[in-house]
């Protein structure tokens, strides 16, 4: 049962008193994350399937599992799963879009021939909503990518394929941005790699950084469209070399003045990207987060709420990092509903960045600068038993969303009404 506004409200006072006793202003804390927009990947409601019809199975060592039913086949019943994932979602979010999610009509587009009016309606969706949108080539499942290599091919035709596409997208981003009026981050992930030991690991390379400076050669505003590189540890089918690793992406990045993408789930599982954040930001004026859950060898679990997450957060906020940070979600999870599983993951990442947000910093700050680490650690972990839920909990009920749980009897009800029916 959810709980009723005057115990959501009393509970909250109750909590930010206690807050406010360890120097904390929760409503200061609430405004800054009402400004705060999650990116939501569109790739989560149906498995990353796309609308193309090339008939090429999901490849680029992708793979999703389960089989739960009900997602969408359409970008009509794409649109309506996420109008009911963003109604159980405090706050106003963004769309994160792939470019193998264009409406083409029935007519055969290749990819390099991609333009901004076959996005048409994902820009008119967002738009009715006040969204911002983000954007994405879509380097897999195609067959110019059939043997794993893109970017990066020896085959200058091929390469030369890739580089149209990508210079096709970032003219449909900043079409996206000028629409929308808010800027559009296009970020590029490649999934070039060998799944055995090469013998050249320098040529792919080589390729690679002279093929993306002829898709970042047309200039265009980054008041419309900002440019990302996003590099990846290993993929299914090339675990022993990946041509976009993170020292290459960090490297292009720096030298070329484009923001670095992050994602939680592309590095060893004894790597985190919190500790990454400062340290690339030192250096760089933004980076792109996609946040994931990595599991073992599978990098895109539903984002949970993680010592990893909080973390993350954690960075965001004691670094100020948040006006120099862009957060998307990236995960792909066919074995529960999918609504739900955007669902969990936005509200987890909304839920970490809450409860950094109410951090006493300048007090834990000034121990720190003081050498009194012994005070640091203890109002750390007494701040791990303060009220988070009650503010959470009003959060939703004043952002209009779901109160606790109650948002999965939704998720269900919508799932008998629409979802299941679905064949």
């Known amino acids: 049962m959810s709980k009723s506004t005057p115990q959501v409200e009393k509970a909250f006072a109750l909590a930010c008193r206690q807050y406010a006793d360890r120097g904390v202003d929760v409503e200061k804390a609430l405004k800054r994350l009402s400004g705060i927009a999650i990116s939501l990947h569109c790739w989560q409601g149906d498995d990353v399937g796309g609308f193309e019809n090339f008939g090429v199975e999901l490849g680029g ?24 994932a963003l109604s159980l979602i405090p706050g106003r979010h963004r769309l994160n879009l792939h470019a193998f999610y264009a409406e083409l009509s029935g007519r ?42 893109t970017l990066s ?27 929308l009026g808010k800027t559009c981050v296009t970020n590029v992930w490649i999934p070039d790699g060998y799944k055995d ?33 996003e590099s990846k540890l290993f993929g299914i089918g090339s675990e022993s070399y990946v041509v976009g690793s993170h020292e290459f992406y960090l490297g292009y990045a720096l030298r070329s003045g484009k923001l670095l993408c992050l994602d939680a789930g592309h590095f060893h599982p004894t790597e985190v990207i919190s500790d990454k954040i400062s340290a690339v930001l030192t250096f760089l004026d933004e980076i792109l987060l996609h946040v994931s859950r990595g599991v073992r060898w599978d990098s895109d679990h539903v984002v949970t709420l993680t010592d990893e997450l909080n973390a993350i957060a954690q960075e965001l906020v004691r670094g100020d990092y948040l006006g120099r940070v862009h957060i998307g979600l990236d995960f792909f999870d066919g074995s529960i509903n999918r609504i739900a599983a955007w669902t969990i993951g936005t509200r987890s990442m909304l839920k970490a960045l809450l409860a950094a947000l109410l951090e006493p910093i300048d007090r834990l700050r000034r121990v720190e600068a003081e050498g009194d680490l012994t005070s640091r650690l203890a109002l750390l972990e007494e701040q791990k038993t303060l009220p988070l839920g009650a503010v959470w909990d009003y959060h ?27 064949k």
């Not at 009715?128 to 949108?133: A, D, F, K, L, N």
């Not at 210079?167 to 981003?173: E, L, Q, S, V």
């Not at 093929?211 to 050669?217: I, Q, T």
């Not at 009920?397 to 606790?404: E, I, K, T, Y």
């Open 61 to 84: 060592g992708l793979a999703v599992t389960g089989n739960y039913p009900g997602k969408a086949r359409t970008p009509d019943e794409l649109r309506a799963d996420l109008d009911m």
């Open 108 to 149: 055969r587009v290749d990819r390099n021939e991609l333009e901004p009016k076959h996005f048409a309606y994902w820009i008119d969706w967002a738009r009715s909503r006040r969204m911002g949108m983000d954007f994405n080539p879509t380097f897999f499942s195609h067959p110019k990518a059939a043997d794993g290599f």
């Open 153 to 179: 091919h020896p085959d200058r035709a091929i390469r030369r394929f890739w580089i149209e596409h990508g210079i096709a997208c970032r003219r449909i981003g900043a079409a996206i941005g000028k629409a």
């Open 197 to 229: 030991t090469p013998v050249d690991r320098k040529g792919p390379r080589e390729r690679l950084a002279e093929s993306l400076d002829a898709v970042f050669a047309p200039k265009i505003s980054p008041s419309l469209n900002l440019d990302a590189v």
């Open 396 to 422: 939703c009920l004043a952002q209009g969303a779901p109160v606790g749980p109650a948002w999965l009897d939704q998720v269900k009800a919508y799932e008998r009404a629409v979802l299941l029916k679905r």
